[in-house]
């Protein structure tokens, strides 16, 4: 059963970009990004899963002003995940657009904002202002790791404290994954893509390459049409599965110094699609996601839900929630479920020419 959500309107509003978490109490977070203008601010809300109740709070660009800085400033997009740190905080970025050059000639003209926000209260904390546009976050061990372009440029906050470290681990043109994978010892798992091929590597806590292991199936093309790493879910073991751009799903196992990356297939049982959504369901088997085809053109969602013991997978149609005369829906986001299962995904459709945020939340 899918349910779309009620949303408030923000100015701009246009989409929620995969900005979905919770917290260790069960409430779920999203953040809807603007359309790109001199002033545009992304929002973050908080959801009570159980009677459907938003709390506004507050914008970017608004927090920005509160730390004293009231220069005429854009950060229109939260594209991050929301996650939960040791230190109990919410962590996330906001980014700005304006300026960019989607080759990789020319970042935003603000950056970023590395932010925590502590659960129940209106108290947000600004952590690193960096020129990368900051577009993965991931959380392990006491570490907060998040992804700016262009190149994949990897910054890790500590949370036992000490200054934000970084370290370029290399990208082609304008190319950005969408998601980075964090053990639970604090380790990061992030792709470094050249010309010729990709790999995924494995970082210390120290920042120290590990090894590099090789992603066959990840698109290369240096510009922003191919995503990387799309979707990503935990599992039980403290293991990992993701899928790439391609529908191609991997499975990395941390363990320590030690990382194993497998390849398990074609998520979708056709071949290539694009998954941007991904699920655990018992956190050992069986994972769930929503894909599309895309050689269908307009988008055209599926349910499938594949047997990692295995190696089966069954795609059944989908019928998302919109307005009957909306166009181009997109639909993205990762792990987020409240405590009765429910999963949730962002997205947006565009209606009279108009790009609409939703928020849909499905029950298995």
Excluded at 10 to 27: E, Q
Aim: proline share 6%; with cysteine; charged share 20%.
């Amino acid at each position: 059963r899918v349910r779309r959500i009620t949303l408030p309107q923000i100015p701009g509003g246009s989409a929620i970009w995969g900005a979905t978490g919770r917290d260790h109490r069960g409430t779920i977070y999203f953040a809807i990004s603007c359309e790109s203008s001199p002033t545009a601010s992304a929002h973050l809300f908080a959801l009570n899963p159980n009677n459907d109740a938003i709390t506004h709070l507050s914008g970017a660009v608004e927090e920005r002003h509160k730390f004293g800085d009231h220069r005429k400033l854009s950060h229109n997009k939260i594209h991050s995940k929301i996650v939960q740190g040791s230190d109990g905080r919410l962590h996330f970025a906001s980014m700005d657009e304006a300026g960019e050059n989607e080759d990789g000639s020319r970042l935003p003209d603000h950056g970023s904002l590395l932010w925590s926000y502590s659960p129940g209260t209106d108290y947000w904390v600004e952590h690193e202002h960096t020129d990368d546009a900051i577009i993965a976050c991931a959380a392990g061990g006491s570490m907060i790791y998040l992804l700016g372009y262009y190149d994949h440029v990897l910054h890790q906050h500590n949370l036992s404290g000490g200054p934000v470290k970084k370290r370029r681990v290399g990208s082609v043109g304008g190319h950005t994954t969408r998601n980075i994978i964090a053990s639970y010892d604090g380790h990061v798992f992030v792709p470094r893509v050249m010309a010729d091929h990709a790999e995924l590597v494995h970082f210390d806590q120290d920042l120290k390459e590990v090894a590099a292991h090789p992603l066959e199936y990840y698109s290369r093309k240096p510009d922003a049409t191919s995503h990387g790493i799309v979707a990503v879910t935990p599992l039980k073991n403290y293991s990992w599965v993701f899928t790439t751009d391609q529908g191609r799903l991997y499975r990395i196992d941390p363990r320590g110094f030690d990382s194993t990356l497998t390849d398990l297939g074609w998520l979708h049982p056709e071949g290539k699609s694009y998954a941007a959504c991904l699920f655990p369901t018992d956190g050992v088997s069986q994972i769930v996601a929503i894909a599309n085809r895309v050689e269908r053109g307009e988008p055209v969602y599926e349910w499938v839900v594949f047997d990692l013991v295995t190696g089966q997978s069954k795609a059944t149609p989908l019928e998302m929630p919109v307005p009957p005369e909306a166009r181009n829906m997109l639909v993205y986001g990762s792990y987020t479920r409240d405590d009765a299962g429910r999963c949730y995904v962002g997205g947006r459709y565009v209606l009279d020419g108009r790009s609409v945020p939703a928020l849909w939340s499905i029950e298995p």
